[in-house]
């Protein structure tokens, strides 16, 4: 008879042993680790605890019943990450491709159901070829389970997602159900249909990289949140990201001791904006000088660059940062700086963390292709997000603050706890030039000298609305303040709304405009 204890380590050696020696080894040369590495690399040291090691496929079809696939393709489990516990699952391209099939599906759901139930986030590392072909429609049915939980749990805990490998046809969706998408580049891709399918239906030709690689996803689609070189990079990122984040929706975020005096004046930032409304600046620098030093995590860098996002931490309190960039196309919004701010929004809202948006834009990008591509249901999204948080929300208009794009920007009007504005802001309906040549029309055709008279209208109307204090008289703006105050003002404002409780009517849910 076989030592149980013995027949045990075997069958552990076997499971932690995945696809074996050489498929490690293949694994390793595309500049990949294998699952168990990732996860070694990701928990903090001696934490992993893994479930559902035995699992096995019940494929028999297409000579499945012949295979043995190690934890079927998939590690699940718990740990902690700076001591606190996430669940994790990492799939393994050394078995079967990391193909989920029914029994590897049904693995991914059992610590999502884990997560969900203790209010713990989530971890997905993926890196897999997809449906398990010979698994059919099992494996399909697999992957519509763990969208419905992706769907369940969004909002309640953070969902994270790296992308570590091949990313295919529906299998994108459940990543795309989660709150942040990770991608490594060279060695990970996502995309619905391939080179080969979109090469034999359109006739284009396309790499995968170059289709669906970390950075077109970032860049172009907006897909991935971060892009790292290699995988040790992603798996930092993921650490680093959690940091900021809570366990679940019904605690605040981690608040850590600040080292940086909340009562920090930043003289320079009276020049870092140009007083002349055209010329274009950074306003990265501003946030940064907002933010306790070094904590800035700017998202979805490079992608519609025009808004930049990020999260960063004042007085060691997580802040969601929105800001407009007039450095990018003047920093006006557009199709998809609407969509990024709008699910940025949202996040925070979800996850108690406090919104501060700074203002500088001149409006809403015109063109046809913006109206064509529904621009009007995607700027909608900003304006449902801002109305519908009800995490507390401070807004500091630094200059322009023009018609929808001021309304759009955390508006009193829709729903800002405070509202700052620097002297240089400008709030009008539309910029000077502008709102002259239309209500001067008259003077302006009738006058010597047109051009002249144009500008002479367009100081007028500057002079009129293009300051802070017609919307401070009006009640608009609450404080008109010292950009070198900016940050120990946003300190203390925020000190007031800690406990800020706020409730919309009850309903089933809404209809976001999407
Ligand atoms: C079963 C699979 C598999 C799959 C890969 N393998 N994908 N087995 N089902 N989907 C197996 C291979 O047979 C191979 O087994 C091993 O994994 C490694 O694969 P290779 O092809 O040798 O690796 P590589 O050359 O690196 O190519 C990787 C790949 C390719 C580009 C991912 O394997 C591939 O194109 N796979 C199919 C992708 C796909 O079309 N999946 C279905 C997507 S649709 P051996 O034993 O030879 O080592 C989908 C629908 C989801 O997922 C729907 C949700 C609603």
């Given amino acids: 008879m076989t030592d149980p204890h013995q027949e045990l380590q075997r069958r552990l050696r076997e499971i932690e042993a995945m696809g074996g020696p050489q498929r490690i080894a293949r694994q390793h040369q595309m500049g990949k680790w294998s699952a168990r590495e990732r996860l070694h690399y990701l928990l903090d040291p001696d934490t992993f605890e893994e479930i559902g090691a035995h699992v096995e496929h019940r494929g028999t079809l297409f000579g499945l019943d012949q295979v043995k696939a190690p934890a079927d393709g998939v590690v699940t489990g718990f740990g902690r990450i700076h001591h606190r516990p996430v669940y994790v699952f990492a799939q393994d391209f050394t078995v079967l491709g990391g193909s989920l099939g029914e029994m590897h599906a049904a693995k991914i759901q059992k610590v999502q159901d884990l997560a969900l139930k203790s209010g713990v986030p989530i971890i997905g590392l993926n890196d897999s070829g997809g449906a398990r072909i010979q698994e059919g429609v099992d494996a399909l049915s697999g992957y519509g389970e763990i969208f419905k939980r992706n769907t369940w749990a969004s909002g309640v805990i953070p969902q994270i997602t790296v992308i570590m490998g091949p990313s295919a046809g529906g299998a994108v969706y459940s990543p795309a159900l989660t709150d942040v998408i990770i991608m490594v580049r060279k060695t990970s891709q996502m995309f619905i249909t391939g080179p080969q399918v979109i090469q034999t239906v359109t006739g284009e030709t396309v790499s995968a990289e170059e289709l669906g690689g970390a950075d077109t996803q970032l860049k172009r689609s907006g897909v991935a949140h971060f892009v790292a070189d290699n995988d040790a990079e992603a798996l930092d990122q993921v650490r680093h990201l959690l940091a900021y984040l809570p366990n679940n929706y019904r605690e605040e975020p981690p608040v850590i001791d600040a080292l940086d005096p909340l009562d920090r004046r930043e003289p320079r930032l009276r020049e870092l904006v140009p007083v002349d409304a055209n010329k274009p600046y950074d306003v990265k620098q501003i946030i940064h000088t907002i933010c306790d030093r070094d904590t800035f995590l700017e998202w979805q860098s490079g992608y519609a660059d025009n808004l930049v996002i990020g999260l960063g931490r004042l007085g060691g309190h997580v802040i969601g940062v929105v800001a407009n960039q007039p450095r990018v196309l003047a920093g006006t919004l557009d199709i998809n700086a609407s969509d990024k701010l709008a699910r940025f929004v949202r996040f925070c809202d979800a996850f108690n963390i406090p919104v501060i948006t700074l203002v500088d834009t001149p409006g809403y990008l015109p063109g046809t292709a913006q109206e064509f591509g529904g621009i009007i249901r995607h700027g909608a999204k900003v304006l449902y997000a801002y109305a519908e948080a009800t995490v507390p929300k401070i807004t500091v208009i630094l200059r322009k603050a023009y018609g929808g ?31 002259a040549n239309i209500i001067f029309r008259k003077d302006i055709e009738e006058a010597d000298d047109p051009a002249q008279m144009r500008q002479q209208k367009a100081r007028e109307y500057r002079e009129q609305f293009a300051n802070p204090y017609v919307a401070a008289s009006h009640g608009y703006i609450d404080q008109v303040i010292d950009p070198a105050d900016t940050r120990p003002k946003l300190a203390r404002a925020l000190m007031a709304l800690y406990n800020k409780r706020d409730t919309r009517p009850d309903k089933r849910h809404g209809n976001m405009p999407v």
């Fill in 405 to 435: 794009a001021y309304l759009a920007m955390c508006s009193r009007s829709l729903g800002a706890d405070l509202v700052m504005a620097w002297p240089t802001a400008e709030i009008a309906v539309m910029g000077p030039e502008g709102a």
